[in-house]
């Protein structure tokens, strides 16, 4: 049975998640993909672990110190890599130099931090196509709800009008105490930052800058765009008043942070800004941790996902339908490989 | 560049908007695959047209008597089969003996009515194992609507815990009018077929069977399962009265007639019937034409999707998607076999 090794960089809850998701779920790979996956290399950004025979989750928490780096991944012989580093998209943040390096060998790479494909989407994407290595990212744009999926799989063929995605749990958290509590911004940031909600530099979920970087990923990934965040108008939830909410609440609207794209005449304008949906729309009901999509098209209307999973499990789930994907795609090149001998 | 030949059989309003559709997609099908579509024949019941040089929008207007069946369908030489033809799943309807035709030839199937497939799905299915065929049926579960594809691509990996769907417009229309103008069934329903929204023999809507029909394509294609229709427990909404309308009024909740499974301890339980929702739930606002599925998954938690394409475009739009990705599953065999040659 053909052996595939991969390496999670980034061990924080979601990267332990994936490690063991992906454990538990060998026996599925063997049966429906006749491989076996191993898992050899995971690190932190200071301590890991390796083992060519591959690790077991028991081992997993007593990670080495000095175990870490793109060179200590690509040591590992690892034949995927799974990114899930902290997300920083002014600077590529730690992830950038682990999908180079991989990429560049030509080993698959499933990304689940953002901010290297934000500030380097279009040259990894390049760099992908030229060594032949497969790129994929459902972690990285809203978890478990899927969105490249469905303009690529699910409506194929269509041509993509517009798109609004509600993308962000901090804001849809904030906005709904702010509309159903009476509390002013202030009051409910502190709150949600009390219980967990929301970070303490909150600006990059509350001045739209998260959303931004899912759009943005959704238009470059999925459709081919070529956005940096300069192309967009970017506005938050951090201005928000007591006169906003009042006036929502008489007119029966509910207020959510929303990405959204326009595609018409051959140009694209992508905003992100408060959108407001009287309450016969789904969208309205998309709260807390849910995120949501409506992407109409040409030939298919209107097409909304929901998505509800819990974290960081669901998140790890996203990463690993990508390795199915990419699993899928690599039996197709195997079948290829193979027909010399046939 | 390969020419890649298609047949439609059944050329009711859907067959005539899949072969519009079609034959406007001639250039991104040039672009994207390297292929050349040919519409080489269409047909109805009594009369259709072929040509192996591609049939062109102009002619479709002017079928010839006698021209249809199976056998009129093989000759065309057509590669792959569209079936579109009027459905029954007690008998599996006129489209059972073209896929049959098509399947055993080793000509793939895309297949938009549910009438064979519930009939006849794991017989068909076997048949496409056997002869290497390819079958599609995106536009047979609820048109437009990403329900198999959700399953198969979207939440690859997870296990499906639950499924539940709105599936059917016709009851969508009656629901509302019963709960939001105050009209009986029966009042509700000689409206709706007045306007259009629902057959002269609506009984396959109003009592739950299109719902079943459905929800059994999605679990046996999407799950592997091997329901029929005596599996399932079918109530429709056709014994709904004044007292239970006044009593979800007041409760302030939404009723819709939805198809359900549940998978647990190795057992699957699928059932039709009238359950609510509150006004919270996204599901109590998919009304009139669109459609809906929920699905729990083990480790993506709840995904929900809905749909509101315009018919018979968005089914045509289905059948299509199936279309592209027979031809990407193509293109990758065309590789395998030429392996041999690099």
């Keep these: 049975m053909p052996v595939i090794r991969v390496a999670i960089a980034g061990f924080g809850g979601v990267g332990r998640a994936t490690a063991n998701l992906l454990l538990a779920r060998r026996n599925r790979y063997r049966h429906v993909y006749g491989a076996e996956i191993r898992l050899v290399a995971v ?28 060179d ?7 034949d995927i890599l799974i990114e899930a580093g902290p997300s920083d998209f ?35 994407r390049a760099l992908a196509r030229s060594s032949g290595a497969m790129l994929k990212l459902s972690g990285a744009t809203a978890a478990a709800l899927p969105t490249i999926d469905l303009i ?13 995605g509600i993308l962000n749990a901090t804001t849809n958290y904030l906005l709904d105490a702010m509309m159903n509590e009476g509390l002013g911004f202030d009051e409910a940031l502190g709150r949600a930052q009390a219980g967990g909600f929301a970070e303490a530099d909150p600006r990059n979920d509350t001045e739209g800058w998260d959303t931004a970087s899912k759009l ?10 070529g956005l940096t965040m300069d192309d967009l108008a970017v506005e938050g939830i951090q201005s928000i008043t007591e006169q906003h909410v009042a006036a929502w609440r008489s007119q029966r609207l509910v207020p959510k942070l929303v990405g959204s794209l326009v595609r018409s005449d ?10 407001t949906y009287p309450p016969s729309d789904p969208l309205a009901h998309v709260s807390g941790k849910d995120k949501a999509i409506r992407i109409t098209t040409d030939a298919m209307g209107e097409t909304v996902a929901i998505g ?5 499990l669901a998140t790890a789930a996203a990463a690993l339908k990508d390795l199915e ?10 079948i290829a490989g193979s027909g010399g001998d046939a």
């Design 152 to 164: 690529e799989h699910s409506l194929k063929g269509c041509e993509v009008l517009e798109i609004e």
């Design 90 to 124: 002014r600077t590529g943040g730690p992830g950038l130099a682990y999908i180079r390096s991989a990429l560049s060998a030509g080993r698959d790479a499933i990304v689940i931090s953002k901010g290297a494909l934000v500030h380097s989407g279009p040259d990894l």
């Design 72 to 78: 200590f991944i690509e040591a590992s012989g690892a």
């Design 43 to 70: 690190c932190g950004s200071r301590s890991g672990l390796a083992d060519a025979n591959g690790l077991e989750p028991d081992r997993l928490d007593a990670p080495e110190p000095g175990l870490s780096g793109p």
């Design 325 to 334: 994907h990419i699993l899928t795609a690599r039996a197709a090149r195997a």
């Design 308 to 312: 509800s999973g819990t974290e960081p």
């Design 216 to 225: 943005i990923l959704i238009a470059n990934f999925g459709l081919d765009e």
């Design 266 to 275: 051959g140009a694209t304008r992508a905003t992100v800004g408060v959108r």
